[in-house]
Every structure is written in C-alpha cells, then in structure tokens.
C-alpha cells in the first residue's frame, strides 16, 4: 500500500491532528528566520504567545482523546509514550523561561506529537481486532 492510501486512510480526527502536529513544528521552525528577515511581522497576531498555547492545547487535547480511546481498544502504550514526551519537551520549554532556542522545544513537541499519532496509526493497521482504521 502506498503512503498516499496510507494518509488517506487515516481517521478525520487523526488527520485534524497530524496537521496541528505538524502545523506546530512549522510555526516554529519558522520564528526564528521570520523573527530575523522581517522584524516587522514580530507584532504581528501569528507569531503572538496566544497562537502558540492555542495551537499547542489543540495539538496535546485532540492528540490525548484520541490516543487515549485508542488505548483502550488496542492497549499499545507507545503512542501515549510519545505524547508523554513531548509534554516533556514543553514543560523543559516553559521551566526555561523564554529564550533564543526555544523554538528546539516546539518543533520536538510537534515532532513528537505527530510520531506518536503515526505510531497509534501503524498499531491500528496491524491490529487484527475488528476495528479497523477506516
């Protein structure tokens, strides 16, 4: 199966998902060249510290339900590991303070929420219950 049938399988919520994950690691990934080719954008509402926790209690709330339901019906603790991890990696972000290299820790925590969807995805495949991965 191609990785493009692969995607499209993928549950609505999960698809929801993947996007804010990778949505949050592009946001940060991109702060800093923004943030240095043009300093006018800098207050602007798309870079503001209000995007940033909505898109991070986005990804994390959405990534628990569906993680968690998916828990319950496969018992695979990987995935719920990587969403740990990547909590890890904003609490280290927010026990730092604000500083040059804090995008690192957005663009793992997107990173991580992103893998631990992927995961759950592969355990749901392989999975040979009667749910299937629609």
Same mark, same amino acid.
């Given at each position: 199966m191609s990785k493009f049938k692969k995607a499209k399988q993928l549950i609505p919520v999960e698809k929801l998902g993947?996007?804010?994950?990778?949505? &949050?690691?592009?946001? &940060?990934?991109?702060?800093?060249?923004?943030?240095?080719?043009a300093p006018y954008l800098l207050g602007s509402i798309v870079f503001s510290s209000h995007v940033e926790w909505i898109l991070v209690l986005l990804s994390f709330g959405l990534a628990a339900i569906v993680l968690i339901l998916d828990f319950q019906k496969h018992r695979r603790l990987k995935p719920l590991y990587f969403l740990?991890?990547?909590?890890?990696?904003?609490?280290?972000?927010?026990?730092?303070?604000?500083?040059?290299?804090?995008?690192?820790?957005?663009?793992?925590?997107?990173?991580s929420v992103a893998y631990a969807y992927w995961v759950n995805y592969q355990h749901k495949t392989a999975c040979t219950c009667k749910m299937k991965a629609s």
């Open positions: 993947l996007i804010l994950s990778f949505a &949050c690691a592009i946001h &940060c990934l991109a702060m800093p060249f923004i943030f240095f080719f740990g991890i990547a909590f890890i990696f904003k609490l280290i972000e927010v026990s730092l303070g604000s500083n040059s290299y804090d995008w690192i820790f957005g663009v793992l925590l997107g990173l």
